[in-house]
């Protein structure tokens, strides 16, 4: 079943900071999230793999609240770069469902 | 490494002709997944392949598609015959492990 993402999409100035919310109906055993670049194939950021996990690359980190069967994606002193979609993958197994997506724009 | 490849990257067809999009994934990498996109109904997961056995076709629409894997560095997946509502972004995708590398994607557009 295919995870909630919320907000649909989100504007914001160079530095500053956006949460990005993934929400299942279903117990989460891991969440993937990938950005995607207009016109170019998702890329993979960062997966967590147990409930309480917290992970990082740069400014950009999530959390894995497994009781609430949720994660949230944090952008932290945005930069033009981190303009995107970004999606949330919830597993089971090999199979991945992924959200709708965030569409993210950062503007100078 | 070069990455997932796919070919072509974008494809326009006529209703009824026959489309062949090929993948061949990152060596080493024992699982394969091709993925469809659009925009009504964002990324959906169309099969998955592990060492070169279909594992789940589930996601197939209907049976003018399907997908083959003949060796660990090759797969295609076929539509026959097309339809205008097959217009979308295909993408191929591998995976070592838990984290999948998308191909570029073929844009298929069938009018």
């Known amino acids: 079943q295919q995870p909630v993402q919320s907000p649909q999409a989100v504007i914001l100035r160079e530095g500053e900071d956006a949460v990005i919310n993934c929400s299942s109906s279903?117990?989460?055993?891991?969440v993937h999230w990938y950005r995607q670049k207009h016109g170019e194939a998702p890329i993979f950021l960062m997966i967590?793999?147990?409930?309480?996990e917290q992970k990082g690359h740069d400014k950009i980190s999530a959390s894995f609240n497994e009781k609430k069967q949720q994660s949230s994606l944090y952008l932290t002193a945005s930069q033009l770069s981190y303009s995107g979609t970004y999606f949330c993958?919830?597993?089971?197994?090999?199979?991945?469902?992924f959200g709708a997506g965030t569409t993210v724009t950062v503007r100078a | 490494d070069a990455g997932v490849i796919q070919s072509p990257r974008h494809e326009v067809t006529e209703m009824g002709q026959e489309v062949t999009l090929r993948c061949k994934p990152i060596?080493?990498?024992?699982?394969l997944f091709w993925y469809r996109q659009t925009m009504m109904r964002g990324l959906e997961l169309l099969i998955y392949?592990?060492?070169?056995?279909?594992?789940?076709d589930s996601g197939m629409p209907e049976d003018r598609f399907s997908a083959k894997m003949p060796n660990a560095s090759f797969s295609t997946l076929k539509i026959q015959p097309s339809e205008p509502r097959d217009s979308a972004v295909y993408f191929c995708?591998?995976?070592?492990?838990?984290?999948?590398?998308f191909g570029p994607g073929t844009r298929l557009t069938v009018t």
């Open positions: 392949f592990n060492n070169n056995v279909p594992i789940d």
């Open positions: 060596s080493g990498h024992n699982s």
């Open positions: 993958g919830t597993a089971n197994d090999y199979k991945l469902s």
């Open positions: 967590l793999l147990k409930g309480g």
């Open positions: 279903k117990a989460l055993y891991s």
């Open positions: 995708a591998s995976m070592l492990g838990n984290e999948q590398y």
